[in-house]
């Protein structure tokens, strides 16, 4: 009996919070770009198509490998589904200066921003890195999967095209 009850509480608090995550938006929170301009993230948006948003760090191996596969592939993601990433890295004020020239030396061709202070992370409840947002053409964050395995952009593209075509990802 008990089994049951702890089975039963822990589906309904899963559904309620898949249930919820479609409602919630990308919170407004200033960020820096990579020569210290000031942007803030209401601006985040793409013409009505599917939005990524990666949460990544220099010194982070897996995020370096997950935004280096999903630049192999991206403008073929971009000119079958219009989607647009943005990497927002969490490095510190002391470590900020080192992220253009590291976006730079990979030769990625997403929009690039820095949250020195962790001000949208922790806005947005990240707990570590990587971790990805999938929001929909109509700002809401729809999905989001935290860590990286190679493979993993596979199944992230899959929801954007589903996303592209209408269909609901739930």
């Keep these: 009996m008990r089994r049951i009850l702890i089975t039963g ?16 938006t990308v919170p407004s929170v200033d960020v820096k770009t990579t020569d210290g301009k000031i942007v803030n993230t209401s601006t985040f948006t793409n013409n009505g198509k599917p ?7 220099t010194w982070c191996k897996p995020c370096v490998r997950e935004l280096s596969n999903i630049a192999e592939v991206y403008d073929e993601w971009v000119e079958e589904t219009g989607v647009k990433v943005i990497a927002i890295s969490i490095d ?21 921003y820095c949250d020195p202070n962790s001000d949208l992370k922790r806005a947005m409840n990240v707990p570590n890195v990587p971790h990805t ?14 860590s990286y395995a190679d493979g993993d952009e596979d199944e992230l593209y899959e929801l954007i095209k ?5 269909q609901s990802i739930k």
Excluded: C
């Design 9 to 24: 509480i822990f589906t309904l608090l899963v559904f309620v919070g898949f249930s919820q995550l479609g409602d919630k």
């Design 51 to 57: 939005l990524v948003i990666n949460f990544w760090a």
């Design 92 to 112: 510190d004020a002391r470590s900020m200066i080192r992220v253009a020239p590291f976006v730079n030396g990979k030769g990625w061709d997403y929009e690039i």
């Design 133 to 146: 947002f999938l929001i929909d053409g109509n700002g809401k964050i729809v999905w989001q999967h935290t």
């Design 162 to 166: 589903k996303l592209t075509n209408g």
